[in-house]
């Protein structure tokens, strides 16, 4: 019996490495007046389905995608979600 | 004594060094499709500029996995020399063949331009026909050439003079001023441990062809043809 998952995905810049882009977003949104607005960091979102044993072999599998490929480790830290869609049998 | 240069899909300098090592070099050249593995016949693998796979994801994160790659890990571990310009230096950090990455620039703009580039050392076949500390000029043109690695890297590859190419001023003065994208230590350009992988921004390739009215590039091209051929 396998099981869906759908796994939303964030990759992340790691807090050590410099977001120009962040910046840039940062200065516009202040000039639209949200004075308060600091720290804007921007990352990668991914969303998948996948089709697995059970939960625990559909993180290992997503944490390998993510070493492997989606996430580039020395710039970027990922996290994951994963949900449940449908159980089908055999 | 033979060049391969390796073709992605979107990749757009491979012919560019093609003309300069068969056109005005002379020297034996084929090109590799990305889906072939038998490279045993070539003595230096040259992965060129140009957007692999889009650059989707990250820059050189999917022609990483393309069947070519295992044969180029095992070409630089036999210790065969790899040449990779631009896209070429972004895909051989995503293959771990080189430490560190290349991220954003930091003023966020594609750069294409002439820059000053100061040569760190000259004891390597990459380098060995220019002279210590000289200023060559070189173009650049990428979006994503801002060199990144933690504090630790950066030492060991300074510690270890791996460090070949650097963003200077005309005088050679390395400072910020002179860094066009924000890279640590102003790195153009790095070899591994033993020397025979080198990653670089800049393209010698376009400064070879005197008609170009560029030719500091080429002598890059002919310290490791040099080489080569005392060896063989």
């Known amino acids: 019996m396998s099981h869906k998952y759908k796994s939303q995905i964030y990759v992340t810049l790691r807090p050590s490495v410099l977001d120009p882009a962040g910046v840039a977003v940062e200065s516009g949104l202040k000039q639209l007046g949200y004075k308060g607005v600091e720290g804007v960091r921007i990352g990668k979102y991914i969303e998948l389905t996948l089709t697995a044993a059970n939960e625990a072999e559909a993180k290992q599998q997503l944490d390998q995608m993510c070493d492997r490929l989606l996430a580039n480790p020395v710039i970027e830290n990922y996290c994951f979600e994963l949900t449940e869609l449908t159980v089908s049998v055999e | 004594m033979k060049f391969g240069i390796i073709v992605f899909p979107g990749s757009n300098c491979d012919r560019d060094v093609a003309t300069v090592t068969q056109g005005l070099l002379n020297a034996p050249t084929r090109m590799v499709w990305h889906q072939e593995t038998a490279l045993s016949d070539i003595d230096t ?110 030492k060991s590859l300074e510690d270890n003079g791996q460090v070949l190419f650097r963003y200077c001023s005309t005088t050679g003065e390395v400072n910020e001023a002179s860094n066009p994208n924000g890279s640590l230590d102003n790195i153009a350009g790095i070899v591994n441990q033993p020397g025979n992988v080198l990653g670089m921004m800049p393209h010698p390739e376009r400064a070879s062809d005197p008609m170009l009215r560029a030719t500091d590039g080429k002598l890059l091209f002919e310290g490791l043809l040099g080489v080569l051929d005392a060896i063989a």
């Open chain 2, 45 to 154: 693998i040259v992965i060129p500029g140009g957007f692999s796979y889009g650059d989707y994801l990250r820059c050189g994160a999917i022609a990483r996995f393309s069947p070519v790659i295992k044969s180029i890990v095992e070409h630089a571990n036999r210790g065969k020399y790899v040449l990779g310009i631009c896209n070429g230096f972004q895909v051989l950090t995503e293959v771990g063949l080189l430490p560190g990455a290349l991220i954003g620039n930091r003023d966020l703009h594609f750069i294409c331009d002439r820059v000053p580039v100061r040569v760190e050392r000259t004891d390597l076949p990459w380098t060995q026909n220019y002279t210590s500390r000289q200023v060559i000029t070189l173009p650049i043109a990428h979006g994503e050439g801002r060199y990144y690695a933690d504090e630790d890297t950066i």
